[in-house]
DNA sequence: CGACCTATTGAATACCATCAAACGCCGTGG
DNA sequence: CCACGGCGTTTGATGGTATTCAATAGGTCG
């Protein structure tokens, strides 16, 4: 997990979108300053919470999910590092899920009170960190869309070509492959389908020579064939270099 | 129609979660105040524009949508009076979706320009306008968790829940009832199910004396019962009035 | 009065969930 | 060194929910 805490990844993030001054990468240093492990398979915010931080992720892959009545449980996005988890908790309260580390992660911890510091003096940033709520938004759009309309294949190839672009923006992927240390039962709930069904369909495409997976290591196989099946279309992350 | 063009809805929605300065009042009007009509079932915005403006409601239903490839389209958003339609496009571009007037809608179109000015002079009100942003976030999650993991009537009753309140909220709707003048059709796109699917459910939640609806007025006729069905709590459109 | 849109109904089918059981891998402890 | 247990993966069988196809009925507007 080394290479992935050398550089600050929500300055990566960023940098990818718009250019920074050299005072906003300082203050985006001191963001991700309050360092912090947690591990695996804990929950860090619990639904009903009302934090006065909000937490950055530095390494690792963390969930925030909701349980249903039957006790199904649905993870609505999965965070990467350089991903503010509860960047809305600064105005959101009390909060309507948790979060838990689907791996260990390294996080740090931003009092609300800094945020709101950042509001009344650096407008650009402002509107930076208002950016990373709205790509929030759009992938959670993209997602409904495709959980209402598209067949189990197509929803698991979009989570994968989603995230793959996402670890490649702060590093951590290359050459279509990323390590996914994540179980199928994880992938299920963040697709919304059964383990079982989630297993058959992985066979499918592997058996087609889309990917390959040994439970650590993804590697994309054939990008455009995924790509297709998925109907993915990297607009909504706005990885355009804009001044914003 | 009228009732909703009385007082500016945008301001209803906002000093329900906040208290407004005067001037902060006065913006507001003017970001209310360049207003225009958009006709039924015409397109305001379409995917792949890049707007400089941003839509805001003042009247009537519109919609946010995606088609798939195999031509079902899917409604993300359901947008009510008060609501900034693009106010993500401010930030996010090119759009990633097309926006549909569902009724006749009055609208009013908001430069960008001026929203950036907001966020350089008016820390408070670009937090509040932040919020918005993070509620629609927050439905975003709640109709994810919902279209991966709730049956049809359970989607079908949180939708109906979650609309009733957001009209309450800006004097559109009392004692269980609103105006919901969209076909069966719509209200599929915008779950995700079936025209004929929606039907028989719809039969079944009419039967059962949980609501009627003409294909106009719909009342819930047991609120309870309803929200029980759709595991409906409002918590996450944030009602609560605190200081942001 | 006819055209068109929406709602309604029934039948056949597809997709995915659930249930149940076995398999493989790996770490632990006797 | 091997037996054991736990966890994750794999497989097959069965059933339910929702889709699709197809046809009818109702309502509204020119």
């Known amino acids: 997990m080394e290479a992935s805490t050398v550089r600050n990844p929500l300055s990566m ?21 309050a360092r912090r492990t947690i591990p695996a ?7 009903g919470d009302s934090p006065r931080v909000s937490t950055l992720m530095l ?19 999965v965070h990467v590092p350089g991903d503010f988890v509860d960047l809305h908790c600064f105005l959101l309260r009390p909060i309507d899920h948790s979060v838990v580390a689907l791996t260990e992660c390294e996080v740090s911890a931003v009092p609300h009170e ?3 510091q950042i509001t009344c003096a650096e407008p650009h940033l402002t509107r930076l960190l208002w950016l990373l709520i709205v790509i929030d938004a759009a992938i959670f759009r993209q997602r409904l869309v495709g959980a209402s309309r598209l067949p189990a294949e197509a929803q698991i190839a979009r989570f994968l070509c989603e995230i793959y ?18 179980t199928q039962g994880d992938l299920g709930d963040i697709v919304g389908l059964s383990l079982v069904h989630v297993n058959k369909v992985l066979q499918r495409m592997r058996g087609d020579g889309l990917l390959s997976w040994n439970g650590r290591e993804l590697r994309i196989v054939d990008w455009d064939a995924m790509a297709a099946e998925a109907e993915f279309d990297a607009t909504y992350l706005n990885l355009e270099m804009t001044p914003r």
């Open 165 to 182: 672009v996402r670890l490649e923006v702060v590093g951590l992927a290359a050459n279509h492959a990323f390590d996914l240390p994540i």
């Open 59 to 77: 390494s690792g892959l963390s969930a925030r999910y909701n349980i249903v009545a039957d006790g199904k449980r649905q993870i609505s996005a």
């Open 41 to 47: 398979r804990s929950d860090f915010v619990v639904e």
């Open 114 to 116: 800094f945020l709101r």
């Open 13 to 33: 993030a960023l940098e990818r979108r718009d250019s920074l001054s050299e005072r906003e990468r300082e203050l985006l240093d001191v963001i991700a300053g």
